[in-house]
Structures are given as structure tokens and as C-alpha cells.
């Protein structure tokens, strides 16, 4: 009875592993035997994968890496969960080879994909080390090193960091981007450049995207790759959503004040979905601003719809009831469900421009989007292919029947400014 409390005290009821409380306890033995290594590992997708498939699919997938990382281990080393998705291994005794070594052992057993309800999945980990004595001679200081060393994995994208100080001063400077974001939000220092999109067919430029620019005062230009992450783990995208919405539909309001007429999309992060303010909030900024509806197109990831199906379709169902336009943006990129999509109330499909990129080369693609366009129009959906470069892969995509692309070829996004004197400009047929 005692043994088997102790057991529960210190494992993890769903994957079996040491919990937290028992690598705190080998931690401690190991650091005064000597050296060792300390490995902090979380997975890339998981979320998505809890998000789409739901959390006994993710419990499911959580048991089954635990089990790959418990076959790379040896007798020696601790693996144990932290909670979520996070993981670690102690290696007593280990120095940075072995760690190294290791890592990418790891990584290579997570490679083969799990099945997921029938699915095949694919988790990636990013992997930070950290060494004992070097960085650190106790438990707490090796644990928040490590998972520094994982947000350079992270960021990185080699998967695998061992702790430099330097990555601490990259803590930091975050934690001043983060600042500086909030503050360039309430004082008017991001500015939305526009790209248009075109009909393939006649040539007609059909609307914008409006995509947020942080034309930052020392550091430069940040791309929203940077920003918009940032934002979205820090609780600044509310006001960011709200501020693109409003931004977005004044420009349209002075454009066709002077004649130019265009649709406006603005993209959502999956968090707006998630508020149920949004809808009440899209509508009174309409208002303002006296845009019809349907002028205005709201872009959200296929990832984030399938996520919390339930909640989305709530969200997006009073949104379509406005009279406002729904895209499923970065489409192809996520695991959609067939009869799920079916049923969303979206207008409009954009295929990622991951496929557009070498869609002229690539027979793969080439039938990967024409079955889009066909599942999309099928569904009576508007199709729109973004990342088209040049007039080989705008043609293509023209002869396939896509209806409206967008991408560098006809313009890249721009000033608001540039963008009406682009859009007054007479031209060619794209
Ligand atoms: P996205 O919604 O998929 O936006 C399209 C991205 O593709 C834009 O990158 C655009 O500049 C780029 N692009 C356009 N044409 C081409 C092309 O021909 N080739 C290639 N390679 N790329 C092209 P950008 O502006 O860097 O935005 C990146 C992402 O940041 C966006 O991806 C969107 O997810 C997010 N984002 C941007 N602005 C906002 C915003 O206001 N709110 C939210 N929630 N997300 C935003
Ligand atoms: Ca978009
Ligand atoms: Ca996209």
C-alpha cells in the first residue's frame, strides 16, 4: 500500500514516467555523484494535434513518445514528464557528447509518425541541454537553463541547443520586444501594408490582404512572423486583432470615399476565435466606419478552425451572420476534416503558398491544388491561391480555374498610398 502511494506520488498517472517531484529527487543524487547532463525536451505540434484531434488523441500520443524516449534511454538515465508536453532526461555522468548524442537519438525516434486516429502524425522536439557543474550546481538553475536552451532549439529550428549566456540576454531582449510591442500598439507604431488579389479569369483586382508591419524605431523593420507569435504569447492579441480591424476598415472607408472600391481581409489569430467579443466588436467597427459586410473578409488559419471545433463554429457562425466573409487561410497545412469543413460557414479557401512556391515544377502540387479547387468549388467555395510568383505559375493556376491568386507576381504588399496608386494605375490584364 505505502509502495504503491509512493509509486503515485511520484510518476505521471498517464505515461507512467517519473513525474517532477522524482527527477527533482535523482537531480539532486546525481549532482553530488558528479557531472551531468540535463536534457529539456517539448514537442513542436503537439498542440495542434490536441486542438484537432482531441485530448484522449493527444493523452494517446503523449503515451507514445514517452515510450520511444523510455526505449532511447539507458538503464542510468531519469526520463520523466514535467507536464504537457514537456519532457526531460538526465543523464547521470554525462558531459556535452553524450548529451549531443543523445539529443539526436531522440529525435530520431520521434521521427517515424505516430497514428493518430488513423492519421499519420509526425512530432518534431526541440531539445535544450544544460551541464552540470558548467552551467549550473543545482537542480532549479539547471531545469530553467535548460528550457532556456529549448527556446534557442526553438527558435533556431536545428532542434537540439546546449545553454550559452547568451541566450539568457535573448530571454531579456524578449521580454523588452514584449514591452515595446504593447507600447507600440497604444501609440499608433504599427502601420498594415496592402497586397491586392486578382480574378484569374478577367484580370480584376477582386481586394486586399492587410498585413501588420512594425517598422520598429532602432531595430528596424520586425517581420510579423516575429510579432504576431509574440503577441499571441503574451495576451497582446486582442488588441491587436482589434486594432488591425479598425485600421483595416477606415482605409477601406477613405478608398471608396475616393472611388476605389476593394474588399479588405483581415487575418485572425486563432485566439480571436476563441473570444466571443469578436463578433459583437467586428460589427460595431463596421458600423463606424459604414463598410458593408461583405466587404470585409476575415482570414483564419485551417489550423485554427479545426481547433476547438466547437467553440469556432460559434464564433465563426455569428460572424458569418453578419454578412462578413470567412477565408480558411494557409489551406493544405493542417488536418482538415472533410465533413467538418463541409459544414463551416466559410466563403473561401486559400491554398498555402507553400504550394504555389514550385507549382510549375512539381506534378505533386500540381494535383494536390487542382483537387483543391475542385473539393472548394464542389463545397461552393471561392478559390484563391496565394505565394504565385511568377506569369508560368499564374497562368497554371489560371487553366486549372482557380478564381482569384495573389503574390509577388502582381504586386507585393504595400503602403497603403503606393497601394492606391498602384491600384489606379492602368494596366494590362494580370
Ligand atoms: P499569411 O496570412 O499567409 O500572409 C501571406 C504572407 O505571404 C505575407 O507575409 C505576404 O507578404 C507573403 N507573400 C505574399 N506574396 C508572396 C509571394 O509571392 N511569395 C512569397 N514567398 N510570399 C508571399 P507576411 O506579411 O510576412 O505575413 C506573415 C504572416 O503573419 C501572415 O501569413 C499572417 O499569418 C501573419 N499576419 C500578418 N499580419 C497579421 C495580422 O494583422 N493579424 C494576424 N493575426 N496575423 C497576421
Ligand atoms: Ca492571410
Ligand atoms: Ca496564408
Request: aromatic share 4%; glycine share 10%; net charge negative.
Amino acid at each position: 500500500m505505502e509502495e504503491a502511494l509512493r509509486h503515485q506520488a511520484t510518476h505521471d498517472a498517464l505515461t507512467g514516467l517519473p513525474n517532477r517531484a522524482l527527477l527533482d529527487e535523482r537531480l539532486g543524487m546525481a549532482l553530488a555523484a558528479g557531472p551531468l547532463a540535463l536534457l529539456l525536451l517539448d514537442l513542436d505540434r503537439f498542440k495542434d494535434v490536441n486542438d484537432t484531434f482531441g485530448h484522449p488523441r493527444g493523452d494517446e500520443l503523449l503515451a507514445e513518445v514517452a515510450a520511444r524516449l523510455r526505449g532511447v534511454a539507458r538503464e542510468a538515465d531519469t526520463v520523466a514528464r514535467l507536464g504537457g508536453d514537456e519532457f526531460a532526461v538526465l543523464l547521470p555522468g554525462g558531459v556535452e557528447a553524450d548529451a549531443r548524442t543523445a539529443a539526436r537519438a531522440i529525435r530520431a525516434a520521434l521521427e517515424a509518425t505516430i497514428a493518430v486516429a488513423g492519421q499519420p502524425v509526425q512530432v518534431g522536439a526541440s531539445i535544450g541541454v544544460a551541464l552540470a557543474p558548467v552551467h549550473g550546481d543545482d537542480g532549479a538553475t539547471l531545469l530553467r537553463r535548460a528550457d532556456v536552451a529549448m527556446y534557442a532549439a526553438k527558435r533556431a529550428q536545428s532542434g537540439i541547443a546546449v545553454y550559452e549566456p547568451a541566450q539568457d540576454q535573448h530571454s531579456l531582449e524578449r521580454l523588452a520586444l514584449v514591452a515595446e510591442l504593447r507600447h507600440a500598439l497604444a501609440r499608433g507604431g504599427l502601420v498594415l501594408h496592402y497586397q491586392p488579389k486578382a480574378d484569374l479569369a478577367g484580370g480584376q483586382i477582386r481586394g486586399v490582404e492587410a498585413l501588420a508591419r512594425w517598422p520598429h524605431p532602432e531595430r528596424g523593420p520586425i517581420p510579423p512572423d516575429q510579432f504576431i507569435p509574440l503577441a499571441e504569447a503574451t495576451g497582446l492579441m486582442a488588441p491587436l486583432t482589434e486594432w488591425a480591424l479598425e485600421a483595416a476598415l477606415r482605409q477601406n472607408r477613405a478608398w471608396a470615399d475616393g472611388g476605389l472600391v476593394l474588399d479588405t481581409a483581415v487575418n485572425l489569430s486563432r485566439w480571436s476565435l476563441h473570444d466571443p467579443a469578436l463578433p459583437a466588436l467586428a460589427a460595431a467597427l463596421l458600423r463606424r466606419h459604414g463598410v458593408p459586410p461583405e466587404r470585409l473578409c476575415l482570414e483564419i488559419t485551417e489550423g485554427a478552425a479545426m481547433a476547438d471545433a466547437e467553440l469556432t463554429a460559434e464564433v465563426l457562425g455569428r460572424l458569418a451572420a453578419l454578412g462578413v466573409r470567412l477565408a480558411l487561410d494557409d489551406f493544405g497545412t493542417g488536418y482538415s476534416s472533410l465533413a467538418y469543413l463541409a459544414r463551416l460557414p466559410v466563403h473561401e479557401l486559400k491554398i498555402d503558398r507553400g504550394f504555389a512556391r514550385a507549382l510549375t515544377a512539381s506534378a505533386t502540387d500540381q494535383t494536390i491544388v487542382a483537387s483543391t479547387i475542385g473539393l472548394g468549388h464542389g463545397l461552393g467555395l471561392n478559390v484563391v491561391t496565394e505565394g504565385a510568383e511568377d506569369a508560368q505559375t499564374w497562368e497554371l493556376l489560371r487553366r486549372m480555374g482557380c478564381d482569384v491568386a495573389q503574390g509577388y507576381y502582381l504586386s507585393c504588399p504595400l503602403p497603403a498610398d503606393e497601394l492606391e496608386r498602384w491600384a489606379r494605375r492602368p494596366r494590362a490584364v494580370a
